[in-house]
């Protein structure tokens, strides 16, 4: 039996050395061919993430170490004062688990971009036979030079790998910031809406009590005290729905910022919204600036060029799967020592690699046609959010300029007319649940408006979940016609 052993000349036996002397070549002509030993990355793997993510977040990106006390006085600092937007998504990229594991998905394809990288260790055989008298002792190393001579396109696919998954990574943090940014907004939005429909329910709360007073007194039909309470139980269940969404609203926050035990009852936020900027944002450039930004067209253009690269690498070894160089060394105590090598290669007599290449020109054509569709849906993606952002600010324009100061004229109005006994009390009260709802149609506009402005952030550098843009409506309950 002739033992195959691959020589590796720092363990070989002396006599062995002079031998092997091929093999050392090649594997020194392999290694100038390498750019550098494969090694770890010093950051993790993580390669340009920390700052993908702060040029398009405005906000540090922390890993999670040793340092875990630093981090939770971070998180105290940040939760000691309201939260604002910035702060929020400061806070999630810090705090969240799921940053966190993405961030430690990089280190594993680290490690695996070096594993592939590595030459193929050596196998050593040995064997020892008897024959009467005779006594054979086999010994041989073997090396799979088919690996061995594949190893820099291997390394150029991996390599290309991680890079792909490094952008996929980022796009999941810049991701998850504006989904946090669109949280708080979500949040601020609810807090803010909920006070102003708790002071729908005083006034429907004042002019019930006042129609049951009057009806008491006979100066009120049942059917005017009826309506008075209807416009009390409407408002009632207004405010009921929108207690319920500012819980929900707070609590996607709080999961997104991945806040957890006593944290979540110190977070506290601003009153009210920013103010809707004083002109609209003009980027004539929006779609071109997009396509050299998006990040998911630039991981599907990776992914094709690695696709090629693979197909290369498949055509490359159609035909040889299995290429090895050994060397052997037999001794016997009855016959001179023999030495020698030998090469075993696979024939293609059955398998010729044709379907194996036929399959990596589809999966390359597959990639081609779906770089080609992520290009296209990011141009209509950037868009429609460009749209819905300007749309946006017009509706929120029209309300702020518009609709709350004409009812806020019409109540002035109004309660010029109570003073001079024009109007009564109940059409007082109405008009002050008309402008608390325009007010509170308001305050939906401006969320509208920076909800649209967070997911065009977001089209500039990955695929954002947009939704339809529709002009806020007043519900009934706020509603300013006059009862009577």
């Known amino acids: 039996m002739t033992h195959r052993f691959k020589p590796r000349p720092t363990i070989a036996p002396r006599s062995d050395r002079m031998r092997l002397s091929v093999a050392c070549v090649l594997g020194s002509a392999l290694s100038l061919a390498l750019v550098g030993c494969a090694s770890l990355a010093p950051d993790g793997g993580m390669g340009p993430v920390p700052e993908l993510v702060q040029r398009h977040t405005g906000q540090p990106l922390a890993v999670v170490s040793g340092e875990a006390n630093a981090i939770d006085h971070r998180v105290d600092e940040l939760l000691a004062a309201p939260l604002t937007a910035e702060a929020a998504v400061q806070l999630a990229l810090l705090n969240h688990r799921g940053v966190q594991a993405a961030l430690a998905s990089l280190g594993v394809a680290d490690t695996e971009r070096v594993a592939a990288s590595q030459w193929p260790n050596p196998g050593f055989s040995f064997g020892r036979s008897r024959r009467g008298d005779e006594r054979e002792i086999e010994r041989s190393v073997h090396l799979g030079l088919a690996r061995l001579l594949a190893l820099p396109a291997i390394a150029q696919v991996e390599q290309r790998r991680v890079e792909s998954l490094q952008r996929q990574v980022a796009i999941q943090l810049i991701a998850h910031a504006a989904s946090t940014r669109k949280a708080w907004i979500e949040a601020v939005a609810a807090e803010e809406s909920v006070r102003y429909r708790r002071q729908v329910v005083q006034a429907a709360e004042a002019g019930a009590e006042l129609a049951r007073r009057?009806?008491?007194?006979g100066n009120f039909s049942k059917l005017q005290r009826a309506r008075e309470q209807g416009f009390l139980a409407e408002a009632q269940l207004e405010l009921a729905r929108a207690e319920g969404q500012q819980r929900a609203r707070r609590e996607r926050l709080v999961r997104l910022l991945g806040l957890w035990g006593d944290q979540t009852a110190r977070l506290t936020l601003p009153e009210r919204l920013p103010d809707l900027p004083a002109a609209p944002p003009e980027r004539p450039e929006v779609e071109r600036e997009a396509m050299a930004q998006r990040l998911d067209v630039q991981a599907a253009r990776l992914d094709a060029e690695q696709t090629a690269r693979q197909l290369g690498l498949t055509r490359t070894t159609r035909f040889v799967n299995v290429l090895e160089l050994g060397a052997m060394r037999n001794s016997s105590n009855e016959e001179p020592t023999q030495t020698g090598w030998e090469v075993s290669v696979e024939l293609p007599l059955f398998d010729w690699g044709t379907a194996r290449v036929a399959r990596a020109e589809a999966v390359y054509r597959q990639s081609l046609h779906r770089a080609a569709a992520v290009a296209i849906d990011a141009r209509s993606e950037v868009r429609e959010a460009y749209s819905n952002l300007r749309f946006a600010w017009d509706i929120a324009?029209?309300?702020?300029?518009?609709?709350?100061?004409?009812?806020?004229?019409?109540?002035?109005?109004?309660?010029?007319?109570y003073n001079g006994m024009f109007i009564g009390v109940f059409d007082l009260l109405a008009d002050a649940r008309a402008q608390i709802g325009g007010v509170n149609a308001a305050i939906d506009a401006l969320r509208e408006y920076w909800l649209a402005e967070a997911d065009l952030e977001l089209a500039m550098v990955g695929k954002p979940a947009l939704a339809p843009m529709v002009a806020p409506v007043a519900s009934p309950a706020a509603g300013g016609n006059d009862p009577h």
């Open 214 to 217: 009057m009806e008491q007194v």
């Open 397 to 417: 324009r029209h309300h702020r300029d518009e609709l709350v100061p004409l009812k806020r004229r019409i109540s002035e109005e109004n309660l010029l007319r």
